[in-house]
C-alpha cells in the first residue's frame, strides 16, 4: 500500500477555481491508478475521476466531466485534480485513493489506500 496526502481544498466562491493535490510515499507510485472520491455532506461519496497507471487514460463521473481534470505526475508521485467553474454543490471533502490495476478503476471498492481527505467549500 500507499500512504497518501492530500492538499489544496479551502474556501472560495460561486465560478472560483481550485487545484487539489495528493503525494504518495513509496517507489511504486507508478503502479497505481489514482482516483478522486467526494462527499458531500449528509451523502455518500462518490466518484469523481481516475487516471491509469501512465497517465494516459482517464475517467469522470458524469457531474464532473468538462469542468474537473485529473492528471499526475509520476515523477513527483503527485496526482491533481483541477476543478473549475465551481458551485455550491462541490462542497465536500475530497478523497484521494490508490488502486494497484490496470485501466480506471471508478467503484471505491476497487481502491486500497485512502487518503484523510482535504474540505472543499464553496459560497455563494
Known amino acids: 500500500q500507499v500512504q497518501l496526502v492530500e492538499s489544496g481544498g479551502g474556501l472560495v466562491q460561486v465560478g472560483a477555481s481550485l487545484r487539489l493535490s495528493c503525494v504518495a510515499s513509496?517507489?511504486?507510485?507508478?503502479?497505481?491508478?489514482m482516483g478522486w472520491f467526494r462527499q458531500a455532506p449528509g451523502k455518500a461519496r462518490e466518484f469523481v475521476a481516475t487516471?491509469?497507471?501512465?497517465?494516459?487514460?482517464?475517467s469522470y463521473g458524469r457531474s464532473f466531466q468538462g469542468r474537473f481534470t485529473i492528471s499526475r505526475d509520476n515523477a513527483k508521485n503527485t496526482v491533481y485534480l483541477q476543478m473549475n467553474n465551481l458551485g455550491p454543490e462541490d462542497t465536500g471533502v475530497y478523497y484521494c485513493?490508490?488502486?494497484?490495476?490496470?485501466?480506471?478503476?471508478?467503484?471505491?471498492?476497487?481502491?486500497?489506500?485512502w487518503g484523510q481527505g482535504t474540505q472543499v467549500s464553496v459560497s455563494s
Open positions: 487516471v491509469s497507471r501512465s497517465g494516459y487514460t482517464t
Open positions: 513509496g517507489r511504486t507510485f507508478a503502479t497505481y491508478a
Open positions: 485513493a490508490a488502486a494497484n490495476m490496470e485501466g480506471t478503476p471508478i467503484d471505491e471498492v476497487e481502491f486500497e489506500s
